[in-house]
Nanobody, 119 residues
Framework: VQLVESGGGLVQAGGSLRLSCVASGFTFSNYLMSWYRQAPGQERELVAFIDSAGGVTNYVDSVKGRFTISRDNAKNTVYLQMNSLRAEDTAVYYC?????????????WGQGTQVTVSS
């Protein structure tokens, strides 16, 4: 299983970024995908998730109305469109997939992509 994020960078407050996570090593279209973030000194938090077909999404309250998660199962890719960015969105963003095997819920993470929002 491999997850590779990209698209992070430095942006001014109010700006936008689109993160991508390309997956390999498993049947992407079978699994729910999630985006997490971790700011310095803070715990990693769930930002958004999307079901396997892309029909169900959910967001943490702080990003509702600003972020959109989507996926393209033909490209094995999940996206996070981030608009109206704020300084408090600054964090390393990770994608994650949970693949149960033999009764164990295995979590796989990407390496992360840094998002920095200047105020």
């Amino acid at each position: 299983v491999q997850l590779v994020e990209s698209g992070g960078g430095l942006v001014q407050a109010g700006g936008s970024l689109r993160l991508s996570c390309v997956a390999s090593g498993f049947t992407f279209s079978n699994y729910l995908m999630s985006w997490y973030r971790q700011a310095p000194g803070q715990e990693r938090e769930l930002v958004a998730f999307i079901d396997s077909a892309g029909g169900v999404t959910n967001y943490v309250d702080s990003v509702k109305g600003r972020f959109t998660i989507s996926r393209d199962n033909a490209k094995n890719t999940v996206y996070l469109q981030m608009n109206s960015l704020r300084a408090e969105d600054t964090a390393v963003y990770y994608c994650k997939v949970r693949i149960p095997r033999l009764g164990v819920r295995n979590d796989y993470w990407g390496q992360g992509t840094q998002v920095t929002v200047s105020s």
